[in-house]
């Protein structure tokens, strides 16, 4: 994992020269951006691994940054934030963050959290198989992308467009809680307005399609108040 390119985006440059010298030391490549326009800048033209992402920033905050990263991106998003509260941690996740430390943070407990999401995504898969493959698997469920074809436990399994669209969003971003307003914009490329009725009847015929007992989901999780997540295995 040494010679890892990581994002650092903070506005305030003393945290980020801080963050930089304390990944440098590990042997970790540096790039630093200063708010959300920037760093979807460095992400174009860098090859980065993880980004350490501040939330409160001027032109383009971390959360709409983290939203615009997801819609082409599954590179570890680690959220930075004064704010300690578990609604907030819940927000940055539920935009696609997959860890979240709050400042002041604690140098040791960063680095740990950086090695476990480049581990995860270097070593365990993630990067590998958006390369190598248009398979995206969890669990008995298996989606080729370029086919557009589903499996659930090797039986073919028909969706619609707006079906597959939608269980392609959630799979590849496994464990990613997505409100129906983020799917709707993602799905059907449109502004979402009072969308929850038409999310809902598309993930309740998904389930019908891909559950055992549509009542007692395996894959295709709802997270009250939240939105909807497909659970990782």
Known sequence: MDNARILVVD???QIAKA?????????????????????????????????????????LDGLSTTLKIRESKNIPIIILSAKS?????????????????????NPQELLARVKSQLR??????????????????????????????????GELVKLTAKEFKILELLMINAG????????????????AYSVENTVMV????IREKIEINPKEPKYLKVVWGIGYKIEKY
């Not at 990944?23 to 980065?48: F, H, K, M, P, R």
């Open 85 to 105: 509260e578990d609604s907030d941690k819940i927000l940055g996740l539920s935009m696609g963050a997959d860890d979240y430390v709050t400042k002041p943070f």
């Open 19 to 59: 963050i930089d010298k304390l990944l440098s030391l590990e042997g970790y490549e540096v790039v630093q951006a200063y708010n959300g326009l920037e760093a979807l800048d460095a992400i174009v033209t860098n090859n980065i691994q993880l980004i350490l992402l501040d939330v409160m920033m001027p032109k």
């Open 120 to 153: 995860r995504y270097m070593h365990l898969g993630d990067m590998g198989n958006i390369a190598r493959s248009s398979q995206i698997v969890v669990g008995g469920l298996s989606l080729d992308t370029d086919a557009k074809q589903l499996t659930v436990d």
């Open 11 to 13: 506005d305030d440059k």
């Open 176 to 191: 990613v809680v997505f409100s129906a307003e983020n799917i709707y914009e993602r799905v059907w490329n449109e502004t």
């Open 202 to 205: 598309h993930i309740r015929r």
